[in-house]
């Protein structure tokens, strides 16, 4: 299964409704939500109220990146907001196993994310609490970054280590200057989520969207 996960972040906030029609259109499922606290990361970007009102508007999955520092303290809003998936960042959970129990009770899909920096040995004793992994390949905090080139390896070895584990089924998702160049490479290396911000709003949306979907159906 492979998908493409719009980040509205590089989205026009101006004419966000009509963007969220035009990507179901094109056929997209997933919908890639950045929140930024300032702190966990120096940007901030914004909330469960803008959460909660395109929620009425979309019935994309809404896949919410939680940049944030302790996120355990958000897990039953973002419930309530709408996230279909909550992403928490290992480097950002005091009880990163508690946190993921939390989200799987309130009744959303559990995913966990490493920076660039982070070994994926963190991973090792919650593989059995979590959905996805997502993998940063840039530094987390803005939108329109280059893609690291050393972050190739880093998404074979998780492929490798869920393999091996026998968790053939938790989704690797990568994140950062991810476009129709770089998701040839993050799909040989074992990806099956790739999130695109700048690779998607930037220039034509269809025509972005379909580029993507070509490689789709190249690894079919
Ligand atoms: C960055 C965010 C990304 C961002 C990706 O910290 O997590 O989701 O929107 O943007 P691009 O695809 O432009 O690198
Ligand atoms: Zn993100």
Avoid at 8 to 20: G, K, R, T, Y
Avoid at 25 to 54: A, K
Wanted: with cysteine; aromatic share 8%.
């Amino acid at each position: 299964m492979y998908q493409l996960a719009p980040s509205i972040l590089s989205a026009n906030f101006n004419h966000l409704q009509e963007q969220l029609v035009l990507l179901e259109q094109c056929g997209c499922q997933w919908l890639h939500i950045d929140v930024m606290d300032g702190v966990f990361v120096p940007s901030i970007s914004f909330g469960m109220p803008v959460i909660s009102s395109i929620r009425q508007e979309s019935e994309l999955f809404f896949d919410v990146h939680m940049m944030v520092e302790e996120p355990s303290r958000y897990v039953e809003a973002m419930q309530k907001s709408g996230a279909d998936m909550l992403t928490v960042h290992a480097e950002a959970c005091k009880h990163l196993d508690w946190t993921l129990q939390m989200i799987h009770e309130c009744g959303m899909q559990a995913a966990v994310a490493l920076n660039p920096a982070t070994s994926l040995n963190v991973l090792d004793y919650v593989l059995d609490k979590m959905d996805m992994v997502l993998l940063m390949t840039v530094n987390p905090g803005f939108g329109g970054q280059s893609y690291l080139p050393v972050m190739t390896d880093k998404i074979r070895s998780l492929r490798e280590k869920l393999d091996e584990a026998g968790y053939r089924k938790i989704f690797i998702e990568v994140d950062g200057g991810i476009n129709s160049v770089t998701a040839e490479r993050v799909l040989e290396a074992g990806a099956n989520i790739l999130v695109a911000g700048s690779g998607v709003f930037t220039g034509d949306i269809s025509s972005n969207i379909a580029l993507f979907f070509e490689k789709f159906n190249q690894r079919k």
